[in-house]
């Protein structure tokens, strides 16, 4: 069935001569380029791109489309990407003329329903999450931490207080230490306790008066929500800390129990995630703050603001941090996310939250007997189960049970991550799927683990490709095609 | 370089081999086959630059496998005097001679103190054992 | 109204596997003292069409370009956007997958990643590109990072005033937490002088900042400014429009070491802003401090060609705190649709629709500074950008008028540049017919329609 010639490289398909589009003839004098461009700035040829006509574009990239998996084809359990359902419908509206087809420095009266629509959804996310101070600015989840750590630093600096650390759980994404020293902070690791939660002895080990801010992610990277996160937040207060919330696992807790109240001053938001996305096979997605009303002066600029029935960007912030970026913020992703809010509601956005607990649970209940999950029989959205007897008993790893879910029609659950337990595999059902798949899936893990060894190391075996050489792909490194 | 036997080792998995020349005592580091064997499939090194100061303790390059990377930190202290800088494009050498050809930096010490806290073969063939476990 | 599929059955059957009573069973996992005791105070749930109806109605408060004719730049264009990019971009195995972590189930988005990275290195002319970035902005400031590291010099970089104000303005916020200092060189001429700049770089400058057509429109003189940051030991980063590289010299050929742009020119939408694409492209030896995901080509088991992510060790899954970025996503989408856009336009189509935007723009400038009222700010070469200045200093009254006339005719300046609060930034793309034009300079020159 593959279209092996269409899927080539799109180089390799190019023949001089040929080409896809065709541009209008010049209805203003048609004066000579050489005359209105010095020949310091002009190149002679235009740049070496592909020559190719339109049916072989299509062709090319619908037969490329047909390698991936993808939510609309296949269950996508990948651990803390919440990869649901993505509403057909966000995608036609956030394509409306009137939204997609605003420049970003039009005049405010010109852009009224657009700046309601990003006012309400600012409103929506402070109540969600109980922090009523909004930007929805940050392009992405690591840059909202980005964005709301150089918030902490800029009211640290203006208490006149020089506090140097953040610390996080030796569970937390890669991001937030990463994000901690580009604001400008020594990162500190703090122990997890054997259960999966913050070390509160190790915490208050590692608690001075240096403390900036500590990084929490709640439920954590292993499905566990901690229930100390007041305790910790109350300590981290004392000290004159802050606390931020990862909001990767947001879709646990919507409308069941919101950052805010739970101790947190500030937040990011994947909407990418939580609020249905999509992912974008790797982006965009969108990493919208909330921070306490106190911090809200120190929030990127713009933001909107309403005075009566009128909307309008508010630059005219003395105390902010500034910009993080060019112009407003990742509106495509933003609209969607208000659509999605819209559609669920209160109710339903609790229920959704409640039916991801279920889900995950269920097939908690189902894999536990497979594959052990350390931390337990009750689990948030997500939990991590691990291979580490199947290494030792069979030689049989986490990859290569990750691997072999491929050939069952499944992707896989994240693998090696958290750090902290061996062998991870991380499974995310989220809501949007049926028990009728979380039964076939847990079946096909159950028969994969009876395996023979040997079949399970070599594969996938019914993908188009087998498990690529990564070491001779970092040794020799070929980043782009040259022709021969 | 020299026998096994007959260098000194880290904690962190560094080996030390040191010699008189000139007058002045020069320590040649490189990592030990255990530590190589650990890292799996190198595809990436990163050496000091000649001139630049090492101390115990400190990083001084390091090594990367696919999806791990590893520091490499001195065992002694002084100034880089000399760099294997064929070794990044040969990876392999580092499996095949890690006591020979996979030298990665001499350094002239700058004080010897340092080396009394190294461990002799017999001493690090133990940690490696317990490391195994 | 979500978008769920348990019967009651289903869930009676699930909760008794689980061993719970209720949904509410499973909240018990949270402290009671911190669970919401109120439902959230939310708008009411809509189904598909009443959500479709309000969102048509806060569509339609907005004067886009779809409705107005819009002469707006500034880093966002109104260029056009074929159906092969919005048919292809649409495809759900593309958008609703994500980073390509199982390299079996994903050759799709790799080979997407490998061919925007080649097309991005034939397009620029630099040695290698990431999969890119969250937009210009961004882009800009990793580059400066980038080059902070490279030459080890992170107190000092250089940029000139005819650097797009919100990518200075990026860089200023990162610079706050990160003790380095941002040199701003003016360019009150409309490009800057070398001499001002030669004074400017130091042996302590990391790199220098400077942007290719400039913010405003003008052709600045990168090959001596290239020379001017090497013997200092600096690097020249370059910010590029990609539509202009239909026409102008590559930065690969003028000695620039990295090059970053707002990609949104190549088939993405304005959408007020984003999301668009961060392009970044380098020179070789500065491979290992580039940020974001890189694809790279190898071989399965069985020796097929294939490609995979590389060099993940410089990322922060792996590196921690000691990351070249804390960049997780990239923006997979819009390469892919740079990607579509720069296949279906090919050599030559790149480069009419740069000589398009060249002669258009130049006709409109020479419209409208025709009559008494505007003129010319900086009389350079521009590309299909251009300032004029308001002999009236009524700039916003022109605009207000404009508006209503069904025109967005230009970016007031003033916001930026408080001396140019008379001048305008007009932006001309290939898609504005020469009526529009017309219409638009008489709208400026207070005429009336020639109908």
């Given at each position: 069935m593959r279209n092996v010639r269409a899927s080539q490289l799109i180089f390799e398909l190019s023949k001089a001569g040929r080409r896809a589009a065709h541009l209008p003839h010049c209805?203003?004098?048609?004066?000579?380029v050489k005359e209105l461009i010095g020949d310091e700035h002009?190149?002679?040829?235009?740049?070496p791109l592909p020559e190719v006509a339109e049916p072989e574009i299509v062709r090319h990239f619908t037969n490329l489309s047909q390698l991936n998996m993808s939510v609309d084809t296949h269950f996508y359990p990948l651990g803390s990407c919440t990869m649901k359902h993505n509403p057909k419908r966000n995608e036609r509206l956030a394509s409306l003329p009137g939204i997609i087809d605003?420049?970003?420095?039009?005049?405010?009266a010109t852009i009224q329903g657009l700046l309601q629509l990003l006012f309400e959804l600012q409103v929506m996310l402070g109540e969600i999450s109980g922090l009523p101070a909004v930007s929805l600015?940050?392009?992405?989840g690591a840059h909202g931490e980005l964005a709301a750590l150089m918030v902490a630093a800029a009211c640290f600096r203006d208490r006149g207080e020089r506090r140097t650390k953040v610390l996080a759980p030796?569970?937390?994404?890669?991001?937030n230490p990463a994000s901690a020293r580009m604001a400008g902070f020594d990162t500190v690791t703090v122990k997890s306790t054997p259960?999966?939660?913050?070390?509160l002895d190790d915490l208050r080990a590692k608690l001075?008066?240096?403390?900036g801010v500590f990084m929490i992610t709640n439920p954590n990277t292993l499905g566990?929500?901690?229930?100390q996160v007041a305790k910790i937040a109350e300590l981290v207060h004392a000290r004159g800390g802050l606390i931020y919330l990862d909001?990767?696992?947001?879709n646990a807790i919507l409308g069941i129990t919101r950052p805010g109240d739970f101790g947190a001053d500030m937040m990011h938001y994947n909407p990418h995630k939580t609020f249905s996305g999509p992912h974008g096979g790797g982006g965009p997605g969108a990493g919208p703050i909330c921070v306490t009303a106190a911090l809200g002066?120190?929030?990127?600029?713009p933001v909107v603001r309403r005075d009566g029935d009128r909307y309008s960007l508010d630059f005219?912030?003395?105390?902010s941090i500034g910009r993080?970026?060019?112009?407003?913020?990742?509106v495509g992703v933003l609209v969607r996310a208000y659509c999605y809010l819209l559609t669920h509601g209160a109710e339903g956005l609790r229920e959704a939250s409640a039916l991801a607990l279920l889900n995950a649970n269920y097939l908690l209940s189902r894999v536990r007997h497979i594959l052990?999950?350390?931390?337990?029989?009750r689990c948030m959205h997500e939990f991590v189960a691990s291979a580490a007897a199947l290494k030792k008993e069979r030689g049989v790893s986490a990859m290569d049970v990750a691997k072999r879910l491929l050939d069952y029609g499944f992707h896989s659950p994240?693998?090696?991550?958290?750090?902290?337990?061996?062998?991870a595999v991380m499974i995310e059902p989220t809501e949007t799927e049926s028990k009728e798949t979380l039964d076939a899936f847990a079946e096909a893990l159950f028969r994969i683990t009876e395996e023979p060894a040997d079949l399970l190391h070599e594969?996938?075996?019914?993908?188009?490709?087998?498990?690529?050489?990564e070491v001779q792909a970092a040794r020799r490194t070929i980043l782009k095609w040259t022709p021969c | 370089m020299g026998k096994p036997e007959e260098l000194l080792y880290s904690e962190t998995h560094e080996w030390v081999c040191v010699e008189q020349v000139d007058g002045a005592k020069v320590a040649t580091v490189g990592i030990t086959a255990f530590a190589i064997e650990q890292l799996t499939d190198l595809v990436y090194m990163e050496l000091p630059e000649v001139g630049s100061q090492v101390t115990t303790g400190g990083e001084f390059g390091e090594v990367e496998s696919v999806k791990a990377v590893s520091p490499l930190y001195s065992p002694v202290d002084g100034e880089?005097?000399?760099?294997?800088?064929?070794l990044p494009d040969r990876l392999e050498t580092l499996g095949q001679d890690p006591y020979g050809a996979g030298w990665l930096v001499r350094v002239r010490l700058s004080?010897?103190?340092?080396?009394?806290?190294l461990m002799n073969f017999a001493a690090y063939q133990k940690q490696c054992a317990d490391e195994a476990h | 109204m979500g978008y769920t599929f348990h019967t009651s059955e289903d869930q009676r059957i699930m909760l008794e596997a689980v061993g719970a009573?209720?949904?509410d069973d499973l909240i018990?996992?949270?402290?009671?003292?911190?669970?919401?005791?109120r439902p959230l105070d939310l708008p009411p749930a809509r189904g598909e069409l009443e959500l479709t109806q309000h969102l048509e109605n806060l569509a339609r408060k907005n004067i886009g370009a779809g409705s107005a004719v819009c002469f707006l730049g500034g880093g966002s264009y109104d260029h056009f956007v074929p159906a092969v990019v919005d048919a292809l971009a649409s495809r759900g195995e593309f958008?609703?997958?994500?980073?390509?972590?199982?390299p079996e189930v994903s050759q799709g988005n790799l080979q997407v990643m490998f061919e925007y990275q080649t097309l991005i290195c034939q397009l620029t002319g630099m040695d290698v590109s990431n999969a890119?970035?969250?937009?210009g902005g961004t882009a800009a400031v990793e580059a400066v990072l980038l080059s902070m590291s490279v030459t080890k010099r992170s107190r000092k970089v250089v940029t000139v005033a005819s650097v797009h104000p919100e990518y200075r303005q990026v860089i200023g916020t990162y610079f706050a937490h990160l003790d380095a200092e941002l040199v701003t060189v003016p360019a009150t001429a409309g490009v800057v002088s070398l001499e001002d700049l030669a004074a400017a770089v130091?042996?302590?400058?990391?790199c220098v900042l400077l942007q290719q057509p400039n913010f405003f429109g003008c052709l600045e003189q990168v090959e001596a400014i290239a020379k001017i940051a090497h013997d200092r030991g600096a690097l020249l980063v370059l910010a590029v429009d990609p539509v202009s590289l239909g026409l102008l010299k590559r930065p690969g050929d003028l000695g620039v070491d990295v090059v970053v742009a707002?990609?949104?020119?190549?088939?993405?939408?304005?959408?007020?802003?984003?999301p668009y694409l961060g392009i970044m492209a380098c020179r070789e030896p500065f491979l290992r401090r580039m940020p974001g995901r890189i694809a790279g080509q190898t071989v399965d088991r069985r020796g097929k060609r294939c490609w995979v992510l590389t060099l993940?060790?410089?990322?922060q899954h792996i590196?921690?705190?000691?990351?070249?970025?804390?960049?997780?996503?990239?923006?997979g989408l819009f390469a892919l649709r740079a990607a579509i856009y720069l296949t279906a336009m090919g050599p030559q189509g790149l480069r009419e629709t740069a000589e398009l935007c060249l002669r258009k723009s130049r006709y409109a400038l020479e419209r409208v500074t025709g009559?008494?009222?505007?003129?010319?700010?900086?009389?350079l070469p521009t590309f299909k950008e251009f300032v004029v200045r308001d002999r009236q200093c009524k700039v916003r009254e022109a605009l207000d008028e404009a508006v209503r006339a069904?025109?967005?005719?230009?970016?007031?300046?003033g916001r930026w540049y408080p001396d140019l609060d008379d001048c305008l930034l007009v932006a001309v793309t290939e898609k504005r017919t020469k009526d529009e034009i017309d219409r638009w300079s008489d709208c400026l020159l207070g005429r009336r329609p020639t109908a």
């Amino acid at each position: 069935m593959r279209n092996v010639r269409a899927s080539q490289l799109i180089f390799e398909l190019s023949k001089a001569g040929r080409r896809a589009a065709h541009l209008p003839h010049c209805d203003v004098p048609c004066r000579d380029v050489k005359e209105l461009i010095g020949d310091e700035h002009r190149a002679d040829a235009p740049p070496p791109l592909p020559e190719v006509a339109e049916p072989e574009i299509v062709r090319h990239f619908t037969n490329l489309s047909q390698l991936n998996m993808s939510v609309d084809t296949h269950f996508y359990p990948l651990g803390s990407c919440t990869m649901k359902h993505n509403p057909k419908r966000n995608e036609r509206l956030a394509s409306l003329p009137g939204i997609i087809d605003v420049h970003p420095c039009q005049p405010d009266a010109t852009i009224q329903g657009l700046l309601q629509l990003l006012f309400e959804l600012q409103v929506m996310l402070g109540e969600i999450s109980g922090l009523p101070a909004v930007s929805l600015q940050p392009a992405a989840g690591a840059h909202g931490e980005l964005a709301a750590l150089m918030v902490a630093a800029a009211c640290f600096r203006d208490r006149g207080e020089r506090r140097t650390k953040v610390l996080a759980p030796d569970t937390a994404h890669g991001t937030n230490p990463a994000s901690a020293r580009m604001a400008g902070f020594d990162t500190v690791t703090v122990k997890s306790t054997p259960a999966g939660l913050v070390d509160l002895d190790d915490l208050r080990a590692k608690l001075d008066d240096q403390i900036g801010v500590f990084m929490i992610t709640n439920p954590n990277t292993l499905g566990i929500f901690d229930g100390q996160v007041a305790k910790i937040a109350e300590l981290v207060h004392a000290r004159g800390g802050l606390i931020y919330l990862d909001g990767a696992n947001m879709n646990a807790i919507l409308g069941i129990t919101r950052p805010g109240d739970f101790g947190a001053d500030m937040m990011h938001y994947n909407p990418h995630k939580t609020f249905s996305g999509p992912h974008g096979g790797g982006g965009p997605g969108a990493g919208p703050i909330c921070v306490t009303a106190a911090l809200g002066e120190y929030l990127p600029v713009p933001v909107v603001r309403r005075d009566g029935d009128r909307y309008s960007l508010d630059f005219d912030r003395p105390r902010s941090i500034g910009r993080v970026r060019t112009f407003f913020g990742n509106v495509g992703v933003l609209v969607r996310a208000y659509c999605y809010l819209l559609t669920h509601g209160a109710e339903g956005l609790r229920e959704a939250s409640a039916l991801a607990l279920l889900n995950a649970n269920y097939l908690l209940s189902r894999v536990r007997h497979i594959l052990p999950v350390p931390q337990g029989d009750r689990c948030m959205h997500e939990f991590v189960a691990s291979a580490a007897a199947l290494k030792k008993e069979r030689g049989v790893s986490a990859m290569d049970v990750a691997k072999r879910l491929l050939d069952y029609g499944f992707h896989s659950p994240t693998v090696y991550f958290p750090l902290t337990v061996p062998e991870a595999v991380m499974i995310e059902p989220t809501e949007t799927e049926s028990k009728e798949t979380l039964d076939a899936f847990a079946e096909a893990l159950f028969r994969i683990t009876e395996e023979p060894a040997d079949l399970l190391h070599e594969a996938p075996h019914t993908t188009p490709v087998s498990r690529p050489d990564e070491v001779q792909a970092a040794r020799r490194t070929i980043l782009k095609w040259t022709p021969c | 370089m020299g026998k096994p036997e007959e260098l000194l080792y880290s904690e962190t998995h560094e080996w030390v081999c040191v010699e008189q020349v000139d007058g002045a005592k020069v320590a040649t580091v490189g990592i030990t086959a255990f530590a190589i064997e650990q890292l799996t499939d190198l595809v990436y090194m990163e050496l000091p630059e000649v001139g630049s100061q090492v101390t115990t303790g400190g990083e001084f390059g390091e090594v990367e496998s696919v999806k791990a990377v590893s520091p490499l930190y001195s065992p002694v202290d002084g100034e880089v005097v000399a760099v294997n800088s064929e070794l990044p494009d040969r990876l392999e050498t580092l499996g095949q001679d890690p006591y020979g050809a996979g030298w990665l930096v001499r350094v002239r010490l700058s004080d010897e103190q340092s080396l009394a806290k190294l461990m002799n073969f017999a001493a690090y063939q133990k940690q490696c054992a317990d490391e195994a476990h | 109204m979500g978008y769920t599929f348990h019967t009651s059955e289903d869930q009676r059957i699930m909760l008794e596997a689980v061993g719970a009573n209720s949904l509410d069973d499973l909240i018990e996992q949270i402290p009671p003292e911190i669970r919401l005791q109120r439902p959230l105070d939310l708008p009411p749930a809509r189904g598909e069409l009443e959500l479709t109806q309000h969102l048509e109605n806060l569509a339609r408060k907005n004067i886009g370009a779809g409705s107005a004719v819009c002469f707006l730049g500034g880093g966002s264009y109104d260029h056009f956007v074929p159906a092969v990019v919005d048919a292809l971009a649409s495809r759900g195995e593309f958008y609703t997958s994500y980073t390509p972590y199982q390299p079996e189930v994903s050759q799709g988005n790799l080979q997407v990643m490998f061919e925007y990275q080649t097309l991005i290195c034939q397009l620029t002319g630099m040695d290698v590109s990431n999969a890119s970035l969250y937009d210009g902005g961004t882009a800009a400031v990793e580059a400066v990072l980038l080059s902070m590291s490279v030459t080890k010099r992170s107190r000092k970089v250089v940029t000139v005033a005819s650097v797009h104000p919100e990518y200075r303005q990026v860089i200023g916020t990162y610079f706050a937490h990160l003790d380095a200092e941002l040199v701003t060189v003016p360019a009150t001429a409309g490009v800057v002088s070398l001499e001002d700049l030669a004074a400017a770089v130091d042996d302590q400058t990391a790199c220098v900042l400077l942007q290719q057509p400039n913010f405003f429109g003008c052709l600045e003189q990168v090959e001596a400014i290239a020379k001017i940051a090497h013997d200092r030991g600096a690097l020249l980063v370059l910010a590029v429009d990609p539509v202009s590289l239909g026409l102008l010299k590559r930065p690969g050929d003028l000695g620039v070491d990295v090059v970053v742009a707002e990609g949104q020119s190549l088939g993405t939408p304005m959408s007020f802003g984003g999301p668009y694409l961060g392009i970044m492209a380098c020179r070789e030896p500065f491979l290992r401090r580039m940020p974001g995901r890189i694809a790279g080509q190898t071989v399965d088991r069985r020796g097929k060609r294939c490609w995979v992510l590389t060099l993940q060790t410089r990322e922060q899954h792996i590196r921690r705190e000691k990351a070249t970025s804390n960049i997780c996503t990239n923006q997979g989408l819009f390469a892919l649709r740079a990607a579509i856009y720069l296949t279906a336009m090919g050599p030559q189509g790149l480069r009419e629709t740069a000589e398009l935007c060249l002669r258009k723009s130049r006709y409109a400038l020479e419209r409208v500074t025709g009559g008494e009222r505007w003129k010319s700010a900086f009389g350079l070469p521009t590309f299909k950008e251009f300032v004029v200045r308001d002999r009236q200093c009524k700039v916003r009254e022109a605009l207000d008028e404009a508006v209503r006339a069904g025109i967005l005719a230009g970016l007031p300046l003033g916001r930026w540049y408080p001396d140019l609060d008379d001048c305008l930034l007009v932006a001309v793309t290939e898609k504005r017919t020469k009526d529009e034009i017309d219409r638009w300079s008489d709208c400026l020159l207070g005429r009336r329609p020639t109908a």
